[in-house]
């Protein structure tokens, strides 16, 4: 298929999985509006319809609670196609939660900060798009404050995340050494996931135990962050979320600067002492010499979790190695990721023995991660790699369709069938289509 029919087939889907004021990740398996899929989305949107992109941002700051914290999912819907829906997860238990919204009382990495100057860089009408971003700003700024207040207990610019659906990467490998160190209860549920996706790519009846588990524990405390941060068995510093919310303090600087009010610049200063602070506090304490990549701490057991993820690589896109570190990071990323038999980029150390290339965070490629590391690899200046990256996600695209995760092996895309997950899925369009354009 030619590149100008995909693109008009990505474009389809996005205004399919517009519902009105936000955009689901897919139908069926996510029927609810998603933090960090809400902003990779827009920025697909900015490409062909600036009103859409702005209003997905604007309804995800909607639901913003009075803390400044911004929920994981927010449950405009009422349906029984997901579990854990809105009863369990009961939001209105924390007395600063949204009136107007049900949500998770967990939050996902803070993309909003650099979807924001992605919208202005991606805009053709700037001084409109930066009207809007003036409107929007200072409830993002908030989200940051909340992080830097609440999360940071050990008051060193690192945030934590208390639930491994906070990270992301809800099923990574990296989360068996916590399940390790917990033995939770054995819960009656009815699982919704398995009845929409094969079984076998998604998570395991006892590592749902353990999901459920740190939310009630969360629950009993009526998501009090102070008494998380005591009691969560899960509390980890994750290299992808922090860098993640490094990249978005970076670009409320830069946006608040453009704005360029005076009223700004207590702000500007907050932001720079949380940047300086934390990529210091990042590089001192999230990179491992030996494995030569960032991996993720352990807070609660004080200590680093060595294994290599997709994840490990995602502060090239926060520019916060030195040009050493990322060289070195870069060599082991095409040692133990780049074989030609395989798609860059796998979602976990194709080498190790977890790696399985079909489930879901244990293997598979994603496009969100892809397009992180293509453009942190891209401004470290590794043309090459990054001209790659970009080709691997648009040929498994091209091969198999806009799937939410795809297989790794170059081998199993013969025939069409190394999609996985969700189909249809927005935030694989929404960066294709921003991979085609940029
Ligand atoms: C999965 C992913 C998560 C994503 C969500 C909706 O749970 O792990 O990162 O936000 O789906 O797409």
Known sequence: MCMKDLQNNAITVLNNNWKDKFSIPCAKLYPFQWFWDSGLIAIGFAHFDMPKAEKEIETLLDAQWSNGFIPHIIFHTETDTYFPGPDFHRSDLHPESSKKYKSTGMTQPPVTGFVLEDLYRISKDRDATLKFIESVIDKVYKNHEYFYNQRDPQDEGLVYIYHNWESGTDNSPIWDDIWDTMNPPEYTFERRDTTHVDAAQRPSKREYDHYLHII??????????????????????????????????????????????????????????????????????????????????????????????????????????????????????????????????????????????KKYWRGPVWVNLNWMLYYGLKQYGFYDIAKRMKQDTIEIIENNGFYEYFDSRKEEHKNGNAGYGGHNFSWSAALFIDLLNE
């Open 216 to 357: 009630e524990i969360a629950k009993q405390n009526n998501y009090n962050d102070q008494k998380i941060a005591e009691l969560s068995p899960f509390l980890v510093q994750d290299p992808l979320f922090n860098a993640v919310l490094l990249k978005s303090n970076q670009s409320l600087i830069d946006l608040y600067r453009i704005i360029g009010n005076k009223n700004n610049n207590d702000k500007i200063h907050q932001l720079q002492k949380w940047q300086d602070k934390g990529t210091k506090s990042f590089n001192n304490k999230l990179y491992d010499e030996e494995l030569g990549v960032y991996v993720h701490y352990d807070l609660r057991n004080e200590k680093l979790l060595k294994h290599i993820s997709s994840s490990s690589f995602a502060p090239l896109f926060a520019n916060l190695p030195s040009e050493t570190r990322a060289e070195k990071m870069v060599d082991i990323m095409m040692e133990k990721f780049g074989n030609p038999d395989q798609y860059l980029c796998a979602s976990f150390d194709p080498t190790s023995d977890r790696f399985n290339p």
